[in-house]
Each structure stands twice: as C-alpha cells, then as structure tokens.
T-cell receptor, first 115, second 113 residues
Framework: DGGITQSPKYLFRKEGQNVTLSCEQNLNHDAMYWYRQDPGQGLRLIYYSQIVNDFQKGDIAEGYSVSREKKESFPLTVTSAQKNPTAFYLC??????????????FGDGTRLSIL | GDSVTQMEGPVTLSEEAFLTINCTYTATGYPSLFWYVQYPGEGLQLLLKATKADDKGSNKGFEATYRKETTSFHLEKGSVQVSDSAVYFCALSGPGGSYIPTFGRGTSLIVHP
C-alpha cells in the first residue's frame, strides 16, 4: 500500500540537542510538507518542498531545518534554537502542485517532548 | 489572503444525533474544498472534497455542499456514532489562490453512547 511513514512515533529531546524526524513517502508525490500541531490548535506550516533540492519556509520555520535530496524523503531537524519544540509533528504530501484539487496525504505523526 | 473559519468546539452529541459543523471561507478564485478527520494520536485523513460550486462531497454518511453564494462548506451527518468522535478540519486550496492548503483550526466532536 502506498502511504507516508513517519518515524519515530515518539521522540525525546535533551537540552541543546538537535533531533531529526523522518518522513518517507512511496506515493510518487512531488510536494511534501511539515506541520506542527499544538494541543487544541490547528496546523501550522513549518516548511514545504515542491521539488527535489528545493524547499520554502512556511509560517513558523525558525528553529527548524529540512532537506529534500530525494523525491520520497523530507526529513525535519528540530534544532536547539527551537526553544519550545514540544508538539505533534505531521508530514504530508500531495501530487504536483498544479493539481490543486488533489488532497494531501498525511503520516501518523511524531510526538516530540523535552526531557 | 485565504482563510477558513470553523465553529468552535467541542461539539458534544448523543449517539444517533444529527451533526452540523459549520465552515466558511474567504478565497480568491474558485478553490477546492476539503474536510479532513483526525482520530486521537493519528494524522489527518481526507473525509470528503468538492471542487466546484454546488458539488456535494460525501463519504461514510458525511456530506458537505460547496456553496459559493454563502462561501460555506458545512459538514453534516444524519446519525452520528461513538466512533465518529474525532477532530474535523475544513480546508481549501487553489486555483486562483495558493496551492498550499489553508486549514481551519479544527472542531472536536465527542459522541456519547
């Protein structure tokens, strides 16, 4: 079955540590996205990528970094500069950006907590 | 810019009650409209969509009609079940506006037996 796989499901970060969240998709989608979700809040866009080797900042990119070296992979690094990283992180993908009637597909998320 | 407004939650209902979750939007052009559902501890799943005015999206007993005249896309279900308890998100994306989806804040639904 095609889908999006996020790992790990739970992650703990120590003070001053960078951590990387994995996102892999086998849907052959061009676009990939990272969202942050806080309790009782909607989705906030961190970064998105329309094509390999290109990505754009979303609304809350500070303290995060990404790479897009392969079409199927879009890892997110939460750096030590992100002072409040505790949240639920969701990765999503969608077909080529011109087809805006196509919905996003989401992974099952990674819950990040501070130790 | 584009925006989506959903009714505040939580919405609390008894099993077999009628459900309406309101969603209104502001957008340029003629966006596609979506409802997603998020069960506890999971990602979002597409529930239904509509791509043009007067289209009705439906799935699993849920329905929503794209109303351009009122810029609305209200979610309805005739008889809810306990298993429908989840958070529901209304969203829109292009054309005319950004292809990056704009999401509402989500509405929590709690269904009691």
């Amino acid at each position: 079955d095609g889908g999006i796989t996020q790992s790990p499901k739970y992650l703990f970060r120590k003070e001053g540590q960078n951590v990387t969240l994995s996102c892999e998709q086998n849907l052959n989608h061009d676009a990939m996205y990272w969202y942050r979700q806080d309790p009782g809040q909607g989705l906030r866009l961190i970064y998105y990528s329309q094509i390999v080797n290109d990505f754009q900042k979303g609304d809350i990119a500070e303290g995060y970094s990404v790479s897009r070296e392969k079409k199927e992979s879009f890892p997110l690094t939460v750096t030590s500069a992100q002072k409040n990283p505790t949240a639920f992180y969701l990765c999503a993908s969608s077909p080529q950006t011109g087809r805006t009637s196509q919905p996003q597909h989401f992974g099952d998320g990674t819950r990040l907590s501070i130790l | 810019g584009d925006s989506v407004t959903q009714m505040e939650g939580p919405v609390t209902l008894s099993e077999e009650a009628f459900l309406t979750i309101n969603c209104t939007y502001t957008a340029t052009g003629y966006p596609s409209l979506f409802w997603y559902v998020q069960y506890p501890g999971e990602g979002l799943q597409l529930l239904l969509k509509a791509t043009k005015a007067d289209d009705k999206g439906s799935n699993k007993g849920f329905e929503a009609t794209y109303r351009k005249e009122t810029t609305s896309f209200h979610l309805e279900k005739g008889s809810v079940q306990v298993s429908d308890s989840a958070v529901y998100f209304c969203a829109l994306s292009g054309p005319g506006g950004s292809y990056i989806p704009t999401f509402g804040r989500g509405t929590s639904l709690i269904v009691h037996p």
